[in-house]
């Protein structure tokens, strides 16, 4: 059984695809709808408000990012960090050389969107959906099953761990990390120090403070 904000699913009969799970990344994709186009890369625009930075900005860790930050008239400050979220872009490849680009505007939005086809498709919106529609074309390919339950776990950590009431963060949070309620205020700082050495929530540490 899965669970949902939305809706609980019976998963027990569903048949598990028999196509082999891919760990590459499919540049097809990749050219056809996020980025090139007749040789040119695209700007995949994304509106985001300082006071929640997007951490799908971490892609600039792993991919060829060639990106531009702006800060819209509706945002009156921006700390320096997510300002050089990018780095300081001294590369200077060609444009055909870049795997993704970005322009990043800080904006007054009540949620993170992005914009990678004005003629074609809407915005999309919030962390989370950014988040699986970036991991569908990054990521590799999986089954009904297990893309649902990837869904389920997005849906819970944001709508419950991120934006939930204080009740609902502490019943995911025992729950992702298997503890009761009594060892659970002792064991978060030694969790905290112990994150901090690995290098992906390191660099998600550096957006977030």
């Given at each position: 059984m899965i669970h949902t904000p939305d809706a609980d699913m019976d998963v027990t009969n569903i048949m598990q695809a028999d196509e082999p799970t891919s760990f590459t990344t499919n540049?097809?994709?990749l050219h056809s709808v996020l980025g090139k186009d007749y040789g040119a890369l695209k700007d995949n625009v994304i509106n985001a408000n300082p006071a929640s930075p997007p951490l799908c900005l971490l892609l600039c860790?792993?991919?060829?990012?060639?990106?531009?930050v702006h800060t819209h008239s509706s945002v009156k400050s921006v700390p320096e960090t997510l300002l050089k979220c990018f780095g300081e872009q001294t590369r200077k490849e060609p444009r055909h050389e870049y795997q993704l680009g970005f322009t990043l505007i800080w904006k007054n939005v009540p949620k993170t969107q992005m914009k990678f086809s004005v003629q074609t498709m809407c915005s999309i919106e919030g962390e989370g959906n950014i988040a699986?529609?970036?991991f569908s074309l990054f990521?590799?390919?999986h089954n009904a099953i297990n893309s649902t339950l990837i869904d389920s776990r997005v849906d819970i950590d944001i709508f419950q761990l991120k934006e939930?009431?204080?009740?609902?963060?502490?019943a995911v949070f025992m729950l992702r990390c298997g503890v009761c309620a009594s060892r659970q205020e002792a064991a978060v700082p030694r969790w905290?120090?112990?994150?901090?050495?690995?290098?992906?929530f390191n660099a998600a540490l550096k957006l977030l403070k």
């Amino acid at each position: 059984m899965i669970h949902t904000p939305d809706a609980d699913m019976d998963v027990t009969n569903i048949m598990q695809a028999d196509e082999p799970t891919s760990f590459t990344t499919n540049a097809f994709d990749l050219h056809s709808v996020l980025g090139k186009d007749y040789g040119a890369l695209k700007d995949n625009v994304i509106n985001a408000n300082p006071a929640s930075p997007p951490l799908c900005l971490l892609l600039c860790e792993s991919y060829r990012v060639l990106s531009t930050v702006h800060t819209h008239s509706s945002v009156k400050s921006v700390p320096e960090t997510l300002l050089k979220c990018f780095g300081e872009q001294t590369r200077k490849e060609p444009r055909h050389e870049y795997q993704l680009g970005f322009t990043l505007i800080w904006k007054n939005v009540p949620k993170t969107q992005m914009k990678f086809s004005v003629q074609t498709m809407c915005s999309i919106e919030g962390e989370g959906n950014i988040a699986l529609f970036l991991f569908s074309l990054f990521g590799q390919k999986h089954n009904a099953i297990n893309s649902t339950l990837i869904d389920s776990r997005v849906d819970i950590d944001i709508f419950q761990l991120k934006e939930g009431s204080s009740k609902e963060k502490v019943a995911v949070f025992m729950l992702r990390c298997g503890v009761c309620a009594s060892r659970q205020e002792a064991a978060v700082p030694r969790w905290l120090r112990s994150w901090e050495n690995l290098a992906p929530f390191n660099a998600a540490l550096k957006l977030l403070k």
